[in-house]
């Protein structure tokens, strides 16, 4: 059988602890993976393109355990990116019912531009499943702790990029 070959596209503005889950999880199922980051033209993300690849390429490389995973920066269709790697599995995460609307509606879409893709859903560890990169940023700016939920480089990254912005400080 030939190799299986899935993307896991996101925002990733930051990538999390909820995101390196599913990523692990593809993982075990998939022979290789790339990470998808998008340019993301609907939200306004905190950190710019270049630095939401950098930062999810440092992010992926102090996880241990993790085997064929790359990361790549993406723009243009996410279907037409996934047909030039000859990859036939897009993974997404679904949290909770609220995903759910949004990500039918992405998996009808995907079907109708390029029928050889499948999508494939995987849950979260139930402790990750309230997170998201929003709530994220919103406690890390009104001073909360977000060790536990994101990994060590992208605290860094929200310190330097949010100096003095932060309500404890
Ligand atoms: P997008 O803008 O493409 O939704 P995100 O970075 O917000 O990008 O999310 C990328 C994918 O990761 C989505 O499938 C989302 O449901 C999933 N995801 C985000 N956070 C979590 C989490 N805590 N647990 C599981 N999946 C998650």
Known sequence: MSEITAIVPGTFDPITNGHLDIIKRANTIFDK???AVAVNTSKTPLFTFEERVELTKKAIESVEGLSGVVVEGVRGLLVDFARKEKARVIVRGLRAV???EYEMQMAFMN??????IEMVYLMPYIKYSFL?????KDVF??????????????????YKKLEGVRGDE
């Open 132 to 136: 998201s990169s929003s709530i994220i």
């Open 111 to 116: 079907r109708r531009l390029n029928k050889e």
């Open 141 to 158: 700016i009104n001073g909360g702790d977000i060790s536990k939920f994101v990994p060590q480089p992208v605290i860094e990254a929200m």
């Open 33 to 35: 993976i790339i990470v």
């Open 98 to 100: 609220s995903d759910f």
